[in-house]
């Protein structure tokens, strides 16, 4: 099984639309989780922190299943701007270096 | 707002040639990682570094691969001798706290073996 796994897409999806993302994860000692975004040939940028409790930035909601070590992204009322690929984000409990790992990426596509 | 700068921006390189990716982290921040992706593919995680050693890193970072601290400013990757396979988007990362809290990336160094 891959430590974090995404459907790739490309979603394609008009403007308005709700779109949700899923990622599952391996390590279940995993301690923080991310979304974070990526715009064509630029860097990954934090799109937002996912907590145990679901947590909500504007048009975007995020929620965690530890039990089923799963995480969501959910975008509402999406717009041509959202288009990007989705990045889910794991820091699993590893000896002193704290990495992140990546998954694929989920690429969202906002059309007219 | 502050931020991670790499040098070069792009670089092109002979097989075999010895190459130095550079990194200005965040002044206040203690963790710092290099992950590169191959067009296409995914960020892979390459090495992670604290306290002025390394503490973590992947299969790819193998003895071809290293990575410094010198001035306590810049961080630096070194590739000694490139392969074609080594053509990718490296990227910089850092971190203030381990475990929680956002990294910080880079805006990249294309890498070109030729």
């Known amino acids: 099984r891959k430590e974090v796994e995404q459907d790739p897409g490309p979603f394609n999806v008009p403007e308005g639309a709700t779109v949700a993302f899923n990622c599952t994860y391996s390590?279940?000692?995993?301690?923080?989780f991310f979304w974070y975004r990526q715009d064509c040939r630029k860097e990954p940028k934090l799109l937002m922190s996912?907590?145990?409790s679901g947590n909500e930035d504007g048009r975007f909601t995020a929620q965690l299943n530890r039990a089923s070590q799963y995480i969501s992204l959910l975008i509402r009322d999406s717009k041509l701007s959202d288009s990007a690929t989705y990045l889910c984000v794991v820091n699993p409990l590893t000896g002193g270096g704290n990495k992140l790992t990546f998954g694929t990426g989920t690429q969202l596509k906002v059309e007219l | 707002e502050p931020e991670v700068t790499q040098t070069p921006s792009h670089q092109v390189t002979q097989m075999g040639q010895e190459v130095i990716l550079r990194c200005v982290p965040i002044s206040n921040h203690l963790y710092f990682y290099w992950y590169r992706q191959i067009l296409g593919q995914k960020v892979e995680f390459l090495v992670s570094?604290?306290?002025?050693?390394?503490?973590?890193k992947s299969e790819i970072f193998d003895d071809q691969f290293s990575v410094e601290r010198p001035d306590g400013s810049n961080f630096t990757l070194k590739i000694r001798s490139t392969k074609l396979e080594d053509s990718a988007m490296y990227f910089c990362a850092s971190r203030q706290e381990a475990d929680v809290g956002e990294a910080f990336f880079g805006q990249g160094t294309r890498l070109t073996v030729v």
């Open positions: 570094f604290y306290n002025n050693e390394i503490s973590e």
């Open positions: 390590n279940s000692a995993s301690q923080s």
């Open positions: 996912v907590y145990s």
